[in-house]
Nanobody, 131 residues
């Protein structure tokens, strides 16, 4: 069983930056894809960024050029560096992990993972961006 724990959320003014971290424990060899999702109040959960076991990265259109996903395999930690933050980036951010289907999805489509292909979820970290 894989456990994912996010940290690094907080409040920031528009134009500012934050870095989210996701520590993975009980790491499974079945994990081939990781990503970040977010959910704003009253909205559906959306994929923000993904990274495959091959290091390939994908981003949603709304965050391209502003957010960077990366991972440190030695530390079993996933990161999301967020810059030029906007009020519309305010949301609960979730770390996620999936298997080969997730990897195939991001490779084929070049987009963040689909929530239906996620096997493990973190509990989330709140990011609030004020104008």
């Amino acid at each position: 069983q894989v456990q994912l724990v996010e940290s690094g959320g907080g409040s920031v003014q528009a134009g500012g930056s934050l870095r989210l971290s996701c520590a993975a424990s009980g790491y499974s060899s079945s994990v081939h894809c990781m990503g970040w999702f977010r959910q704003a109040p009253g909205k559906e959960r959306e994929g923000v960024a993904g990274i495959g076991s091959d290091g390939n990265t994908t981003y949603g259109d709304s965050v391209k050029g502003r957010f960077t996903i990366s991972k440190d395999n030695a530390k079993n930690t996933l990161y999301l560096r967020m810059t030029s933050l906007k009020p519309e980036d305010t949301a609960q951010y979730y770390c996620a992990a999936g298997g080969l289907s997730c990897l195939a999805y991001i490779r084929a489509l070049g987009v963040p993972p689909s929530a239906r292909l996620v096997d493990y979820w973190g509990k989330g970290a709140l990011v609030t961006v004020s104008s």
